[in-house]
């Protein structure tokens, strides 16, 4: 039982470069979301998923897209990598969604250049 | 929507003795209140947790305490460690959603 897994772990892009942040759960959990954490300031929801086909803007969606083909995965895109995207993504999964726990992956750290 | 904030940024405490991170929430509808630990590196970690309906919960050398008179809880771990020392946040939770404080360093002195 890994829990949350995230894929990579670190990562460079060059502004207007593309990528994808996957991260995915073995706990057959409904609910799944991205954070962002920047330095001095809290956990930032960015988009959710309730579950398998589902998603929903958090908080800070712009310039992000995101995608839940399969129950266990989430994944996270970015089409066009500014510098305000630089940050550490962290993925969570719950059971059922609140109030459930929510369970953290190890985080992404990108740096946009 | 949910404002959840912490009163101190740091706090350091002598190892064995006992520490109290303190956190606030704007939101009365917050139903349900995470406190997270966050060691340098990696994911939060869940500590404990607490619902609205409840003043006090006990876990292992961790209790949460929750005002909903002045919106405010705190966590309290007794003979604090070294392996305690960590960014520490609470989270509270609004309809679907968790808003997340910016955390309180703990630096726990030998």
């Known amino acids: 039982n890994a829990g949350v897994t995230q894929t990579p772990k670190f990562r460079v892009l060059k502004t207007g470069q593309s990528m994808t942040l996957l991260c995915a759960q073995d706990m057959n959990h409904e609910y799944m979301y991205w954070y962002r954490q920047d330095p001095g300031m809290g956990l930032r929801l960015i988009h959710y998923s309730v579950g398998e086909g589902t998603t929903a803007k958090g908080e800070v969606p712009d310039g992000y897209n995101v995608s839940r083909l399969k129950k266990q995965n989430f994944l996270l895109g970015l089409e066009s990598a500014a510098p305000s995207q630089t940050s550490v993504y962290f993925c969570?999964?719950?059971?059922?969604?609140?109030?459930?726990?929510?369970?953290f992956g190890p985080g992404t750290r990108l740096t946009v250049l | 929507g949910e404002s959840v904030g912490l009163h101190l940024p740091t706090l350091s405490v002598q190892e064995g003795d006992n520490s109290i991170i303190n956190c606030a929430y704007s939101n009365s509808a917050s139903d349900y209140f995470i406190w997270y630990k966050q060691e340098s590196g990696k994911g939060p970690q869940f500590i404990i947790d607490?619902?609205?309906?409840?003043d006090k919960r006990q876990g292992q050398r961790v209790t949460v305490l929750l005002n909903k008179t002045v919106k405010h809880l705190s966590l309290q771990i007794a003979a604090t460690q070294p392996g305690d020392s960590a960014v520490y946040f609470c989270?509270?939770?609004?309809?679907?959603?968790?808003?997340f404080g910016s955390g309180t360093k703990l630096n726990v002195k030998p």
């Open positions: 607490i619902r609205s309906n409840m």
């Open positions: 989270a509270g939770r609004e309809f679907n959603k968790f808003y």
């Open positions: 969570a999964s719950t059971y059922r969604g609140p109030p459930d726990t929510q369970y």
